[in-house]
């Protein structure tokens, strides 16, 4: 009865090792996006009021899969973005256009949040710059 009793645990300990093993395996095995951004902070340094608020964040899909940009959100509704909604293939580069409204005085740090199904999930791009009054 103990012998039946160990060569069972014994094989229960085996069936759940190998079947542990093939999805780590399989894991390894899948296709992710990997999204790379050129910069992740945009300064805009001093510029004047009512200037042209646009700047583009570049990137490249790094991965082996496709990169779906999901939704772009920002901090306030200052901040205006625009991207493409189809899928960028690996190796090739997109843009996520900013727009922000100049005609707010003073400093400003404004974030960025880009969701996709890249690898490493949501990313948090920023901008930066102080408005003066037009001369």
């Known amino acids: 009865m103990k012998r039946t009793v160990n060569t ?3 094989l229960v300990l085996a069936i759940g090792f190998f079947n542990a093993s093939k999805s780590d395996i ?8 990997i999204i790379k951004f050129e910069t992740e902070i945009i300064n805009y340094g001093t510029i004047e009021q009512y200037s042209d608020g646009t700047k583009v964040f570049t990137f490249i899909n790094e991965g082996d899969a496709p990169l779906t940009i999901t939704n772009v959100k920002t901090s306030c509704g200052c901040t205006v973005p625009s991207y493409s909604k189809t899928p960028i293939l690996p190796g090739e580069t997109g843009e996520i256009n900013i727009k922000y409204d ?23 791009l920023k901008i930066k710059g102080k408005i003066v009054a037009a001369k």
């Open 102 to 124: 100049t005609k707010r005085l003073g400093n400003f740090t404004k974030t960025i949040t880009v969701m996709s199904n890249a690898q490493e999930g949501n990313k948090i």
């Open 26 to 33: 399989n894991f390894l095995d899948k296709k992710v996006a």
């Open 8 to 10: 069972l645990l014994i």
